[in-house]
Nanobody, 124 residues
Framework: QVQLVESGGGLVQAGGSLRLSCAAS????????MGWFRQAPGKKREFVAF????????YYADSVKGRFTISRDNAKNTLYLQMNNLKPEDTAVYYC?????????????????WGQGTQVTVSS
C-alpha cells in the first residue's frame, strides 16, 4: 500500500517562500514519476509540477514557472516543492501524487496515489 504524506504548508505573506515535502512509503519510490497538484476553494484541482523518476525531467504549469521548483531525493523517498515569490492566487490545498499509468503529465487521472494534502495560504 502506497502512502504519501505532505507537510510544510502554512500561512505566508505575498512574496514569501515555502517548501513542501511529500514522504512516500509502501513501494519503490524511485521507480515512479511524481507530481504536485493544487485545489483552491470552489475550483477544480489543477496541475502544478511534474518530475520523472530520475529527476531528470520536470514540467511546470505556466502560472508557477520560474517561481516553483520540483525536486526529489530518492534515497530519502521524498518529493519536494520549493515555492518562491508566492502570490495570493497560489492559495490552495497542495497534493502530491504518484503517476502510475501512461498519459500526459498534467492529467490527474494518470496518478493513482495521492496524499491527504497540505494547506498553503498566501496573504496580500
Amino acid at each position: 500500500q502506497v502512502q504519501l504524506v505532505e507537510s510544510g504548508g502554512g500561512l505566508v505573506q505575498a512574496g514569501g517562500s515555502l517548501r513542501l515535502s511529500c514522504a512516500a512509503s509502501g513501494r519503490t519510490f524511485s521507480g515512479f514519476a511524481m507530481g504536485w497538484f493544487r485545489q483552491a476553494p470552489g475550483k477544480k484541482r489543477e496541475f502544478v509540477a511534474f518530475i520523472s523518476w530520475s529527476g531528470g525531467t520536470t514540467y511546470y504549469a505556466d502560472s508557477v514557472k520560474g517561481r516553483f521548483t520540483i525536486s526529489r531525493d530518492n534515497a530519502k523517498n521524498t518529493l519536494y516543492l520549493q515555492m518562491n515569490n508566492l502570490k495570493p492566487e497560489d492559495t490552495a490545498v497542495y497534493y502530491c501524487a504518484e503517476k502510475v499509468v501512461g498519459g500526459n503529465y498534467w492529467y490527474e487521472h494518470a496518478y493513482g496515489y495521492w496524499g491527504q494534502g497540505t494547506q498553503v495560504t498566501v496573504s496580500s
